[in-house]
């Protein structure tokens, strides 16, 4: 399989030939501006299809209000807000997100889910979240953003930075499949062109491996296969306590 995947990817990526230099001579970039509108898209239907491995996810989230306090989420690559209708009521939620055309998307968002403060808008990478300070948030989630960020190492010190002593670590991402099946073959095949379309999206991260490395004091976290298509079926789903 290994050789007939490593032909099959190098036939792909000369397809992609087009868009390796549209990149490479940054006209790529305008598609940041198309993309919200189609993420905010398969989030709806996404969170249809996922709602009660999400609600699940986010029922821990008031075991980490501080007693007396209200519960502050920092919420990384936020995108168009699709997590918020899980959020406990009266939490007060930070938005980061490296795009800025998904600030319309999320204001709509807002405005759906009143039952939550919003504290502001920060445009930032997931690597470099210095708007926010030391440990001043009880919760940091991150879901499906660790498939694109450029250092996942990083971006994990940084949310480790930002959360407060016994705060949590939120995650649901999709992760690469076993290397025995199919799904695994194809992923690599596809990457160059998915890695297009979705904007920086990898699907063939060991994402787990970098949660495990991170260095927080407790970690749950299991995977799973999510009832989606093959390429982004394999998912990990869990929180981490610092």
């Not at 699940?56 to 501080?66: A, C, G, V, Y």
């Amino acid at each position: 399989m290994s050789l007939a995947m490593r032909f099959w990817t190098l036939v792909v990526n000369v397809l992609c030939i087009p868009m390796h230099v549209l990149k490479a001579v940054g006209l790529y970039e305008g598609y940041k501006r198309i993309f919200p509108i189609c993420q905010q898209r398969i989030s709806v239907n996404y969170n249809k299809i996922m709602h009660e491995r999400k609600a699940e996810l986010f029922r821990s989230l008031p075991e980490f209000i501080k007693p007396g306090g209200k519960l502050t989420i920092l919420e990384i690559g936020c995108g168009s807000g699709a997590n918020f209708e899980f959020y406990p009521p009266g939490c007060k939620v930070i938005c980061t997100d490296p795009n800025p055309h998904f600030q319309k998307y999320l204001d709509k968002s807002m405005k759906q889910n009143d039952h939550l403060t919003y504290d502001r808008f920060v445009v930032a990478s997931a690597e470099d979240l210095a708007a926010v300070g030391d440990e001043s948030v009880d919760a940091v989630v991150c879901t499906l953003v660790l498939c694109s960020v450029r250092d996942i190492p990083q971006t994990l010190r940084e949310a480790h930075r930002v959360l407060r002593r016994g705060g949590g670590f939120f995650f649901l991402e999709h992760v690469v499949a076993d290397p025995s099946t199919w799904s695994y073959f194809f992923q690599h095949v596809l990457q160059p062109m998915w890695y297009y379309f979705g904007d920086g999206c990898e699907v063939t991260r060991e994402t787990w491996k970098y949660v495990e490395e991170a260095g927080f004091s407790e970690l749950k976290l299991r995977h799973l296969e999510a009832p989606l298509i093959f390429i982004i079926k394999p998912h990990i789903v869990g929180y981490a306590v610092k």
